[in-house]
């Protein structure tokens, strides 16, 4: 089916773990030369793409010792620079590192206070960047910032603590949507220039006013880590030439680097069943910022954190996510937010109440289409983290479908799938497109085993989250009727395949959306994508609903499915008003961070 002419917008909104995503308007044909198929032609036959074993399950981490992990300048230059959007396309997030971290025994923090946070700023290259030290000749524009440093602190015999360099970060303001800048940052009162970096550059969001201005294309990667995978699902990224990059958590895996010798372990509480604490090995955070600067230096990348950002700390790991919360910006205080966990952004186009409230501000006829991400799955037939959310599920999922959310993203189960349209295990046409990219190629290696392989159904007592409740459930009809797990692929779930990579969300205009997953062994084939679907909103036909999600139950105001198996979408069809909307081409990119709900299991569990 052909997709409609380009027009509209973009929004984001991140609330946590929950990303929503668009970008622009270019069309991808498959290899085989055939069409590509929408979501109108489904609910689609459940499929699985058996794990090829003529591939590595997974990679050792790349060593600290490795070229592309080394620092990019030396102090006082800055290094590990990278960029976020904001709160709307005039604005621009510019984070960096400056001084040198120490780890040790006895550390001595860096004064921040001691270093300036600059950038300057221009839309013309300035020919002399590379040796100017005098930028006030060269850059109209300066924004200036703060800088703040960190510590992991162990007080137990045998682990080493660590403090950072001093992290930048200043907020440009009042830019020009869809404009191309050229930028130093660092400390302008050095001499010679030998506080500032080299000249670079990045292209603001198109603005949300303007007509057929999406970003070009919005890349999603999760569970990313840094292994020899990693790089290679990172360079295949990059050659997709994306406007935006959005991480659904658990980047670094700094966390399982010094206690596992650098290769992981399936189950750490098994393989350290003494240790008073999973030690967090920090430097490898820096090596992760130095690798990933090329990209991040010249495209926004959206963070939100998932459960190996949690980095518990101090006596009985009363402190958490100290490097997330000091590395990266995120516009938190601009979207009316009071923590970095949860936050909403344009880009052309207690946590429940503020998504709530921040829902009920979209105006879909100026943004379309809203897309979410969080980190953990609650559709998924995997056996890994199978259920292992589903009070998140229980207690989030009528708000989500109650305001037409499309597409939602999430990591944490190491492969990939994707659904058809659902709501409450029920096959629905206007519930969201459940979509798990957590195959980013992290040291933990690719999911393969499914629950509903032979005697791979996870028992009660697996899958428990960190933080939470547990809400396992058995099904009370269709054909896992009084089961756990299904016996056969669920009919929920379209597409599986255990592969590392990455996906490429592309909106075209205000209905349609296409969205590519790249799988790493494909970087090099001509025009060869593991999967690739149109994803298409009917706002016709999938009214929003004007009342609020009942606290109980969750439920539109038509009610609640029950937890029952649909043939197809027909049945739903019945239940649906009729009515119309007008839709202009707009577009919102939402994401929300659940940052209380993370996996623990038994004692010999997955973290």
Request: hydrophobic share 35%; net charge negative; glycine share 10%.
């Amino acid at each position: 089916m052909a997709a409609p002419a380009a027009a509209g917008d973009l929004r984001f909104l991140l609330v946590g773990v929950l990303v929503v995503v668009v970008v622009g308007s270019r069309l991808v044909r498959r290899a085989d030369g055939g069409g590509i198929p929408t979501t109108l032609d489904g609910p689609f036959e459940p499929a699985t793409r058996a794990f090829d074993r003529a591939l590595r399950q997974g990679s050792d981490d790349v060593p600290l010792t490795d070229p592309r992990l080394a620092p990019r300048a030396r102090p006082p230059a800055p290094e590990q620079i990278a960029l976020a959007a904001s709160s709307d396309a005039t604005s621009v997030w510019v984070s960096w590192v400056t001084g040198e971290a120490q780890v040790g025994s006895h550390l001595n923090p860096l004064d921040p206070s001691t270093v300036r946070s600059e950038v300057w700023y221009s839309e013309r290259p300035s020919p002399t960047a590379a040796a100017a030290g005098d930028v006030s000749g060269h850059y109209p524009h300066v924004a200036r910032g703060k800088a703040e440093v960190y510590s992991q602190l162990y007080p137990y015999p045998g682990l080493l603590n660590y403090t950072s360099g001093a992290i930048h970060h200043v907020r440009l303001r009042g830019l020009k949507p869809a404009t191309r800048y050229y930028y130093r940052c660092g400390d302008s009162s050095v001499s010679g220039g030998a506080g500032l970096s080299g000249e670079l550059s990045f292209e603001t969001l198109p603005s949300s006013a303007a007509a057929a201005a999406y970003p070009r294309r919005v890349a999603v990667v999760g569970d990313l880590g840094l292994t020899g995978n990693s790089t290679s699902t990172v360079e295949q990224l990059a050659r997709n030439d994306p406007s935006l990059v959005v991480v659904v958590g658990d980047m670094t895996y700094a966390n399982q680097y010094r206690t596992t010798g650098g290769r992981g372990v399936p189950c750490f509480s098994c393989s350290f069943p003494d240790a008073p604490l999973r030690e967090s090995y920090q430097p490898r955070w820096d090596g992760w910022g130095r690798f990933m600067e090329p990209l991040t230096s010249r495209i926004p990348m959206m963070v939100i954190e998932g459960n190996h950002e949690i980095e518990p700390q101090g006596q009985g790991g009363a402190v958490t996510f100290a490097s997330y919360l000091a590395r990266f910006a995120v516009p938190s205080e601009e979207s009316g937010s009071n923590t970095k966990f949860y936050y909403s952004f344009n880009a052309g186009g207690a946590q429940y109440s503020w998504l709530e409230k921040d829902l009920r501000k979209i105006d879909r006829r100026v943004t379309p289409w809203v897309v979410a991400a969080w980190h953990p799955p609650w559709y998924n037939s995997y056996s890994s983290h199978y259920q292992e959310f589903e009070c998140m599920r229980q207690a989030m999922e009528g708000l989500l479908y109650q305001h037409g959310v499309d597409i939602v993203f999430s990591g944490h189960v190491h492969a990939y799938e994707r659904m058809n349209r659902v709501f409450n295990y029920t096959l629905d046409p206007c519930g969201p497109v459940y979509i798990t990219i957590g195959d980013g190629g992290n040291i933990e290696k690719i999911d393969i085993d499914h629950a509903d392989d032979p005697g791979k159904c996870p028992g009660p007592g697996d899958n428990h989250p960190e933080f939470g409740g547990v809400c396992h459930l058995n099904f009370t009809s269709g054909p896992a009727k009084g089961k756990f797990c299904w016996e056969k692929q669920p009919e929920w779930s379209a597409f599986r395949e255990s592969s590392f990579g990455h996906g490429i969300l592309e909106v075209v205009n205000s209905t349609y959306a296409l969205w590519t997953w790249h799988r790493n062994q494909d970087a090099y084939g001509e025009d060869s994508v593991g999967d690739q679907i149109y994803i298409v909103r009917q706002p016709d036909k999938c009214l929003l609903q004007t009342t609020s999600a009942s606290s109980e139950n969750n439920c539109p105001s038509q009610g609640c499915p029950s937890l029952v198996s649909n043939s197809g979408y027909g049945a739903h069809k019945d239940i649906i008003r009729s009515g119309h909307l007008i839709w202009n081409a707009s577009l919102a990119i939402w994401m929300i961070l659940i940052s209380t709900i993370f996996i623990k299991g038994n004692s010999c569990s997955r973290f």
